[in-house]
């Protein structure tokens, strides 16, 4: 079965400093799709970014980027020039495209002024 | 917002209670979804509805009975449910034979059963 690991519970920066949120993954399909989700405390699920495992550069949204080692099976999130709006819980999931979404257990980060 | 409502936002209920849990989305969507949310647990998938038609089931008790009458609605219909079922319930919807397979979810019910 997929499995998700997202090892930071907790995680606090300034505003505009740059943040990395870890996600290891473990799967034996070789086509998948990968996310990143942002809920922030009014807790409507937002994508924050998306990466398709047949490619392999990655995926960036703006101040949003991710890291991707296929091989190592990780799959982490940057947030350059963070903002106070980032605070939120940051999930990250797996597809192997069956509709059935596994996500981690998530990753609260606060923004501070 | 995501183009997907849900009502109501909050709900309490008895263990004896049958009350139901209401999904819209207003994207044009083919593919709904439920989720449960727990603390301290990671997002659980309950149902998957593709085209009105239940495709998954994730060994959800019968206490909870979904209901899909058309591709935008999806209905969770609740009944002699246990404490351990209070948690956030969120939906969401995707258009199946897209290559990107993102889901947009709502903003979530939160239950709580005494």
């Known amino acids: 079965a997929q499995t998700v690991t997202q090892s930071q519970p907790e995680m606090s920066v300034q505003e505009a400093e740059t943040v990395t949120l870890s996600c290891t993954y473990d799967?034996?399909?070789?086509?998948?799709?990968l996310f990143w989700y942002k809920q922030p405390p009014s807790r409507q699920m937002i994508l924050v970014i998306r990466?398709?495992?047949?490619?392999?550069q990655n995926a960036t949204e703006n101040r949003f980027s991710v890291n991707f080692q296929k091989a190592a099976k990780s799959f982490s999130l940057k947030i350059s020039d963070s903002q106070l709006g980032d605070t939120a819980m940051y999930f990250c999931a797996f597809d192997q495209g069956a509709q059935k979404l596994v996500f981690g257990q998530g990753t609260r980060l606060t923004i501070n002024p | 917002e995501t183009g997907v409502t849900q009502t109501p936002r909050h709900l309490v209920m008895g263990m004896t209670n049958k009350k139901s849990l209401k999904c819209e989305q207003h994207?044009?969507?083919?593919?709904m979804y439920w989720y449960k949310q727990s603390a301290k647990k990671p997002l659980e998938l309950m149902f998957v509805y593709n085209f009105k038609e239940q495709t998954e089931n994730n060994s959800v008790p019968s206490r909870f009975s979904p209901e899909c009458p058309n591709s935008s609605h999806l209905f969770l219909h609740l009944h002699t449910l246990q404490p351990e079922d209070s948690a956030l319930y969120l939906c969401?919807?995707?258009?199946?034979?897209?290559?990107?397979?993102?889901?947009?979810f709502g903003p979530g019910t939160r239950l709580t059963v005494t």
């Open positions: 799967t034996s399909e070789s086509n998948y799709y």
């Open positions: 994207l044009g969507h083919n593919a």
């Open positions: 990466q398709e495992a047949y490619k392999q």
């Open positions: 969401a919807s995707s258009q199946v034979g897209r290559t990107n397979y993102e889901q947009y």
